[in-house]
């Protein structure tokens, strides 16, 4: 099995305030200060030598500041120098709020795709979802239409009763606009914005009949993992445009290790394994649900980042785990049935 991707968390901190996002997004809620610019550096070189090749910043929102915009760009940078050529990739998670401010950056760092999460084409849903104005929400839309043209897009739409009625309508707009799209069913998280399960639990949408009614529309999909063959059996359908249509769907199943689940009160967890995020204080994050009882903290007591041995074995056993992963099927709806 190849190695897993690994999400480079820059920041824990956001701009906007959706209700099912996880309190620092895929970063873990701070234990300790935020790595500088040369630690990131070094974890991923190390990270780089272990044989990983697949790479995505995200945050937290990576770009909420000047400084973590610059801090994303000069990453992305080094690792599109330093990893080997051939497969592989370096992408961008964003909310899209700030593409306009730091369109040139992102342009001219070279990233492969942009994953930008987008639920809504309605401004008031946009406000309800993620508390936050409609300029916001204008600046977003702009600047998805501007940077299109520059570098391949996916858009990340997550699913629920707030916007199910507008998936089809969202999906012409991929087409229309030459984007593709990857549709997620709601996960549930203790540390959600909205302060509870409840959210999830009352918004939950099975993918189902939006499965069958692509599969009419576009024929059979072909299956897809994650990188390393983790994750979900996401379903992706291809349009005669060429618009690709994602579906990562968690109620079936998902990837467990024996070693880190084994004892995990969440076991079976909604998300189970789907990448390592090096998160913005040194931990290696495993899992979203595990929170920080699912890490491993790679700075010394001192707040220093330990030695390159240390942290080439601690990278190599994170990626074992996942490797060593097996796709379980599900006893349990993880959420309310329709
Ligand atoms: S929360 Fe993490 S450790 Fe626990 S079962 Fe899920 S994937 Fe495994």
């Given at each position: 099995?190849?190695?897993?991707?690994?999400?480079?968390?820059?920041?824990?901190?956001?701009?906007?305030?959706?209700?099912?996002?996880?309190?620092?997004?895929?970063?873990?809620?701070?234990?300790?200060?935020?790595?500088?610019?040369?630690d990131?550096k070094t974890l991923l070189s190390a990270a780089i030598d272990v044989?990983?090749?697949?790479?995505?910043?995200?945050?937290?929102?990576?770009?909420?500041?000047?400084?973590?915009?610059?801090?994303?760009?000069?990453?992305?940078?080094?690792?599109?120098?330093?990893?080997?050529?051939?497969?592989?990739?370096?992408?961008?998670?964003?909310?899209?709020?700030?593409?306009?401010?730091?369109?040139?950056?992102?342009?001219?760092?070279?990233?492969?795709?942009?994953?930008?999460?987008?639920?809504?084409?309605?401004?008031?849903?946009?406000?309800?979802?993620?508390?936050?104005?409609?300029?916001?929400?204008?600046?977003?839309?702009?600047?998805?239409?501007?940077?299109?043209?520059?570098?391949?897009?996916?858009?990340?739409?997550?699913?629920?009763?707030?916007?199910?009625?507008?998936?089809?309508?969202?999906?012409?707009?991929?087409?229309?606009?030459?984007?593709?799209?990857?549709?997620?069913?709601?996960?549930?998280?203790?540390?959600?914005?909205?302060?509870?399960?409840?959210?999830?639990?009352?918004?939950?949408?099975?993918?189902?009949?939006?499965?069958?009614?692509?599969?009419?529309?576009?024929?059979?999909?072909?299956?897809?993992?994650?990188?390393?063959?983790?994750?979900?059996?996401?379903?992706?359908?291809?349009?005669?445009?060429?618009?690709?249509?994602?579906?990562?769907?968690?109620?079936?199943?998902?990837?467990?290790?024996?070693?880190?689940?084994?004892?995990?009160?969440?076991?079976?967890?909604?998300?189970?394994?789907?990448?390592?995020?090096?998160?913005?204080?040194?931990?290696?994050?495993?899992?979203?649900?595990?929170?920080?009882?699912?890490?491993?903290?790679l700075?010394?007591?001192?707040?220093?980042l330990y030695g390159t041995d240390k942290l080439v074995k601690g990278l190599a056993?994170?990626?074992?785990?996942?490797?060593?992963?097996?796709?379980?099927?599900?006893?349990?709806?993880?959420?309310?049935?329709?």
């Open positions: 099995m190849d190695k897993p991707s690994v999400r480079v968390a820059v920041t824990e901190q956001c701009n906007l305030s959706c209700d099912y996002c996880p309190i620092a997004g895929d970063s873990v809620e701070m234990q300790s200060t935020r790595l500088n610019l040369d990131f044989g990983f090749q697949d790479f995505s910043f995200t945050g937290g929102e990576p770009l909420l500041t000047d400084n973590s915009a610059q801090t994303t760009f000069e990453l992305a940078r080094f690792v599109n120098d330093r990893r080997p050529k051939g497969p592989g990739y370096t992408k961008l998670n964003t909310n899209g709020a700030n593409i306009l401010r730091y369109f040139d950056g992102i342009v001219e760092t070279g990233f492969d795709e942009l994953k930008i999460s987008l639920d809504t084409l309605r401004s008031e849903v946009f406000r309800r979802i993620a508390h936050r104005n409609e300029s916001i929400f204008e600046n977003t839309i702009e600047g998805i239409l501007k940077i299109k043209d520059k570098v391949p897009v996916r858009l990340q739409t997550v699913v629920g009763e707030y916007n199910k009625d507008e998936v089809s309508t969202i999906i012409e707009f991929c087409v229309q606009n030459g984007l593709d799209i990857k549709l997620f069913d709601l996960s549930s998280y203790d540390n959600a914005l909205s302060g509870s399960r409840n959210f999830a639990d009352d918004n939950y949408v099975r993918l189902d009949s939006i499965a069958l009614d692509l599969e009419s529309e576009y024929g059979p999909p072909s299956i897809k993992y994650a990188v390393g063959g983790v994750g979900h059996a996401k379903k992706v359908f291809t349009t005669p445009e060429g618009t690709k249509i994602e579906l990562r769907d968690t109620s079936v199943a998902a990837h467990y290790s024996k070693e880190l689940c084994g004892d995990c009160p969440k076991y079976p967890c909604q998300d189970g394994l789907c990448n390592i995020v090096i998160a913005a204080d040194g931990h290696i994050q495993f899992c979203r649900e595990g929170g920080i009882d699912q890490t491993v903290s700075r010394d007591s001192y707040g220093n056993m994170a990626g074992n785990i996942f490797s060593s992963s097996q796709y379980i099927q599900r006893t349990i709806a993880p959420r309310r049935e329709e």
